[in-house]
C-alpha cells in the first residue's frame, strides 16, 4: 500500500539553528498538508501545497513540493523554542477520503 | 466552543474490559475519522465515516466498532481490552470534496493495565 515516510525521525538542534524535514511518497500525490504536534497536544494544520514545485512561507518556516509531487521538506530557519514537536506530512490516497499521515519528525530545540 | 471534542480524555482500564470513547464536531464537516497513535508517535487511520456511512476500515481488529449516529458524533467502542490497545486515539473531521484541512480532537490517552 501507500507509504509516506519522513527523515529524519529525530532532530535535536541548539536554538537558533536551521531545520529541515523530509517527506517522501511512494505515490504521487495530488496535495500535500503538513501538522505540527506540539509534545501533549494534537496535530494541527499548518499549510497545505497543490501545484508541482510550489514553494510557500510562513514567517521562519518555507514549505516546498517536489516536481514529482511524491516529497515535499519544511524547513524552519533560526529555530526557537516554540518550534518544538513533532511534523508530519500528509497526503490523499485515491480519492479524497482517506489522508495518510508520514511517520512524522520529532524536533527538540535545545536553549 | 472547541470544534472537535472528545471524551474522555484519559481512560485506564484493565484488560478484558469494553470502553467507548466519544467524539463531537461543531464544525459542520461531514467527514470523521479515528486515528491511533502509538508509542512512536505513529499516527495511523483507523476508520472514516462520511455522511454517518462507513467508507474506510483499516485491517483494525474486530473489537473495535465504530458508530455515527449522524454526522456530527463519531463513537469508538472497543471489547475485551488488550494491552496493545493502549495509545493515544485522535478524532478528526474535515471537509469532503477537494482538498481541505483536518481538524482534530484534542485525543483520548487510553492506558490497558
Known amino acids: 500500500g501507500q507509504q509516506v515516510m519522513q527523515i529524519p525521525q529525530y532532530q535535536h538542534v541548539q536554538e537558533g539553528e536551521d531545520f529541515t524535514t523530509y517527506c517522501n511518497s511512494s505515490t504521487t500525490l495530488s496535495n500535500i498538508q503538513w501538522y505540527k504536534q506540539r509534545p501533549g497536544g494534537h496535530p494541527v494544520f499548518l499549510i497545505q501545497?497543490?501545484?508541482?514545485?510550489e514553494v510557500k512561507k510562513q514567517k521562519r518556516l518555507t514549505f516546498q513540493f517536489g516536481e514529482a509531487k511524491k516529497n515535499s521538506s519544511l524547513h524552519i530557519t533560526a529555530t526557537q523554542t516554540t518550534d518544538v514537536g513533532t511534523y508530519f506530512c500528509a497526503g490523499p490516497t485515491s480519492g479524497t477520503y482517506k489522508y495518510i499521515f508520514g511517520t512524522g519528525t520529532r524536533l527538540k530545540v535545545l536553549a | 466552543d472547541t470544534a472537535v471534542s472528545q471524551t474522555p480524555k484519559y481512560l485506564v482500564t484493565q484488560m478484558g474490559n469494553d470502553k467507548s470513547i466519544k467524539c463531537e464536531q461543531n464544525l459542520g464537516h461531514d467527514t470523521m475519522y479515528w486515528y491511533k497513535q502509538d508509542s512512536k508517535k505513529f499516527l495511523k487511520i483507523m476508520f472514516s465515516y462520511n455522511n454517518k456511512e462507513l467508507i474506510i476500515n483499516e485491517t483494525v481488529p474486530n473489537r473495535f466498532s465504530p458508530k455515527s449516529p449522524d454526522k456530527a458524533h463519531l463513537n469508538l467502542h472497543i471489547n475485551s481490552l488488550e494491552l496493545g490497545d493502549s495509545a493515544v486515539y485522535f478524532c478528526a473531521s474535515r471537509v469532503t470534496g477537494g482538498s481541505t484541512e483536518a481538524f482534530f480532537g484534542q485525543g483520548t490517552r487510553l492506558t490497558v493495565v
Open positions: 501545497l497543490v501545484k508541482s514545485g
